[in-house]
C-alpha cells in the first residue's frame, strides 16, 4: 500500500509538472530569433531597419568571398578577364560612389518595404510562414519577373540616345567585381530596381519571402558581377543560368546578353550572337595551341 501512494504522489507530480512545460521547449534557433524579433520590435522597425540590415549585410557579406579572390593566386585561373585584375583605385572608387547610391536612393526604396507590408498585409508571424518548397516556387516566379523586365528595359538604356546619361555609369567597370553589381545611376537603380517588386507584389505573403528573394537576387547579381566562373557552383543548377561569364561578357562587349539571370530572351532576340561567336573564336584558339 506505502508503494503504492508513493507511485501515485509521483505520477500526479509528473502530471503538474507537465502542465508548466511550454508546447516547444526546445525551438529551433532561426524560429527563436524570429519570436525575439516579432515580441520585442513593431513591424515599422522590422520592416524597414531589418530590410535595411538584411540587404546591407547580405550585399556585403556576400561580395566578400570575391573581394578575396584577388590575394589568392589559385584562383586566378577562374578569373574570367585575366588581363585585367582589380586594383585598388577602381575598388575604391566604386565602393565611394556605391555607399552614396545605397545611403540615398536604395536606403529609401528599401524603407518603403513598410508602407508595402501594410499595404498587402504582409504577415510577419512566424507560424504563418509558408513551407521551404512553396517560398523556392515564389523565388522562381519573381527570377522570372524580373529576368523579363530586366533584359527589356537594360535593353532599352543601351539605347545611343540615353546610353552616356544614364547606364554608362555601370559600364565604367569593363572588368566587373562583385561589389559593381549595384554600382550604376540613380535613375537606373530606380528603373531596374522596380523589377525586383513586380514579382513580389503577385506572390509575397509573408515578410521571409521578401527578405529571403532580396538575399537570392543579390547572391545572384553578384555572382555574374564576381568576375570569376567558379566550378560547381550551384547556381547553375538553375535552368538557363546565364553566369558570370554569360554577364562578363556583356561588360567586356557593352553590347549584347542583355539578361540579368537567364539566357532565354538573349536567345530568342538573338542578342547573344557576339557572345556565341566570341566563344567560337576562343574555342579555335585552344585547338590551335592544342
Given at each position: 500500500m506505502a508503494e503504492e501512494g508513493i507511485m501515485e504522489t509521483m505520477r500526479l507530480s509528473a502530471s503538474e509538472y507537465l502542465e508548466y512545460i511550454p508546447e516547444n521547449p526546445l525551438?529551433?534557433?532561426?524560429?527563436?530569433?524570429?519570436?525575439?524579433?516579432?515580441?520585442?520590435?513593431?513591424?515599422?522597425?522590422?520592416?524597414?531597419?531589418?530590410?535595411?540590415?538584411?540587404?546591407?549585410a547580405t550585399?556585403?557579406?556576400?561580395?566578400?568571398?570575391?573581394?578575396?579572390?584577388?590575394?589568392?593566386?589559385y584562383m586566378r585561373k577562374?578569373?574570367?578577364?585575366?588581363?585585367?585584375?582589380?586594383?585598388?583605385?577602381?575598388?575604391?572608387?566604386?565602393?565611394?560612389?556605391?555607399?552614396?547610391n545605397q545611403l540615398f536612393v536604395q536606403l529609401p526604396m528599401v524603407c518603403?518595404?513598410?508602407?508595402?507590408?501594410?499595404?498587402?498585409?504582409?504577415?510577419?508571424e512566424w507560424d504563418k510562414m509558408p513551407a521551404w518548397y512553396v517560398l523556392?516556387?515564389?523565388?522562381?516566379?519573381?527570377?522570372?519577373?524580373?529576368?523579363?523586365w530586366h533584359y527589356f528595359f537594360h535593353r532599352a538604356l543601351h539605347d545611343k540616345r540615353i546610353y552616356k546619361y544614364i547606364h554608362k555609369i555601370h559600364?565604367?567597370?569593363?572588368?566587373?567585381?562583385?561589389?559593381?553589381?549595384?554600382?550604376?545611376?540613380?535613375?537606373e537603380t530606380m528603373i531596374l530596381g522596380l523589377g525586383f517588386m513586380w514579382g513580389i507584389m503577385l506572390t509575397c505573403n509573408?515578410?521571409?519571402?521578401?527578405?529571403?528573394?532580396?538575399?537570392?537576387?543579390?547572391?545572384?547579381?553578384i555572382d555574374v558581377h564576381s568576375g570569376y566562373d567558379l566550378p560547381l557552383n550551384p547556381l547553375h543548377l538553375l535552368p538557363f543560368y546565364g553566369g558570370a561569364r554569360f554577364h562578363d561578357f556583356?561588360?567586356?562587349?557593352?553590347?549584347?546578353?542583355?539578361?540579368?539571370?537567364?539566357?532565354?530572351?538573349?536567345?530568342?532576340?538573338?542578342t547573344d550572337k557576339q557572345f556565341i561567336e566570341y566563344n567560337e573564336k576562343e574555342a579555335a584558339k585552344v585547338e590551335k595551341k592544342d
Open positions: 525551438k529551433p534557433p532561426m524560429e527563436s530569433a524570429w519570436t525575439y524579433m516579432t515580441d520585442n520590435y513593431t513591424r515599422f522597425q522590422i520592416a524597414t531597419v531589418g530590410s535595411v540590415l538584411v540587404h546591407m550585399y556585403y557579406l556576400l561580395s566578400f568571398p570575391a573581394f578575396t579572390f584577388q590575394f589568392i593566386p577562374y578569373k574570367i578577364q585575366k588581363d585585367k585584375p582589380e586594383t585598388a583605385a577602381s575598388q575604391w572608387k566604386c565602393l565611394r560612389i556605391l555607399l552614396v518603403g518595404s513598410y508602407v508595402y507590408c501594410e499595404f498587402f498585409n504582409i504577415s510577419f523556392m516556387g515564389q523565388f522562381l516566379v519573381c527570377l522570372v519577373i524580373e529576368d523579363t559600364h565604367n567597370f569593363q572588368a566587373p567585381f562583385g561589389i559593381v553589381a549595384e554600382y550604376a545611376h540613380p535613375a509573408h515578410l521571409m519571402l521578401l527578405w529571403g528573394w532580396m538575399a537570392f537576387r543579390l547572391l545572384e547579381t556583356h561588360h567586356m562587349n557593352f553590347n549584347g546578353n542583355y539578361s540579368s539571370t537567364f539566357t532565354y530572351w538573349d536567345k530568342i532576340f538573338g
